[in-house]
């Protein structure tokens, strides 16, 4: 699992993760993701494009800092999210905590609302 941020605008940056959201690959990306999403005190659009496999603690981890985020004023939104990683946050509901977005434009878009 690896992770890398860039800008996505002045009040947003961009966070791709690449890999398995796997227990191995969360423990690797666990503190840099949730550091560089809530300490920079802006909103976050999570690249999930090269990401083939999440499990439980992947979503748990993504679930933390959206929350934590949240109570900090900030938003978190989910894009290029893959078929099968689709289909496992849709049979846990994860879009009524984070929204999904189909892909980076529309996730810039629910980010400005």
Do not use: C, N, W, Y
């Amino acid at each position: 699992m690896e992770l890398s941020v860039s800008e996505l605008d002045a009040t947003a940056q961009v966070m791709t993760l690449t890999g398995r959201l796997d227990a191995p690959g969360v423990e690797r990306v666990e503190t840099s993701f949730t550091a560089a999403a809530v300490s920079a005190g802006r909103h976050v659009a999570v690249d999930l494009g090269a990401v083939s496999f999440v499990g439980s603690l992947g979503i748990r981890m993504l679930i933390s800092v959206a929350r934590t985020m949240q109570r900090r004023g900030q938003k978190m939104v989910l894009f290029g999210v893959e078929p099968l990683v689709r289909s496992v946050f849709e049979s846990v509901s994860l879009g009524e905590l984070i929204p999904i977005a189909e892909d980076r434009a529309a996730a810039a878009v629910l980010l400005a609302g």
